[in-house]
């Protein structure tokens, strides 16, 4: 398909056990796909999913600081590590900011893990968002919002919601004078 980027995650861990026993092993995996993709000139992204070894920011950084390279980054999903109790912003991104590739464009509440539109929730996306633009960001903002349904094998949201996952995004621009594509007010152009 011609894709340079694919996005990867660290392996679930069976229900009830401790995920730092499995820490080998998965470094051990995550070190073989990570050569042969440099091997075929790809990069893989690493999403810090739920149940996964590479869930909490402890355990991203972990791997990270294993595993990080041209052809093996990160990819930062706010509402993930809110549903792991982590604070996406405040304890997450100042272990993680060297190594994103790009930002999921999802955001989650505490209270029940439930998904909600950017910049309604927990996932302190703004400050993320600013973070990363202060910084130079231009890199990727993947809306993924997850907003009809979420769970660890499925996200739906339809037409209707991801339009209110876009617009959420635009106004999260709007609010830190960021452009998108679609500014110019050219209907083609605008991919939001």
């Known amino acids: 398909m011609g894709t340079k980027c694919i996005r990867i995650f660290s392996f679930f861990i069976p229900t009830g056990h401790n995920a730092g026993d499995y820490r080998d092993e998965v470094l051990r995996r995550l070190t073989q796909l990570a050569e042969r993709a440099a091997h075929s000139g790809l990069v893989l992204l690493h999403e810090n999913e739920k149940e996964i070894y590479g869930d909490e920011a402890e355990r991203c950084l972990d791997i990270m600081r294993e595993l990080h390279s041209d052809n093996f980054k990160f990819a930062f999903d706010p509402a993930n590590f809110v549903q792991c109790g982590v604070k996406p912003f405040s304890e997450a991104f100042p272990l993680l900011r060297p190594y994103i590739e790009y930002i999921h464009i999802k955001d989650a509440v505490f209270e029940g ?35 009809a349904q979420a769970s660890a094998f499925a996200g739906f949201s339809g037409p209707a919601l991801f339009h209110v996952a876009a617009a959420a995004l635009k106004d999260l621009l709007k609010a830190l004078n960021q452009p998108w594509d679609g500014q110019s007010g050219d209907a083609r152009n605008d991919i939001l």
């Open 113 to 147: 893990r439930r998904v909600v539109p950017a910049g309604q929730g927990d996932g302190e996306v703004k400050q993320i968002l600013q973070a990363m633009f202060v910084n130079g960001y231009d890199g990727v903002l993947s809306i993924e919002p997850h907003l």
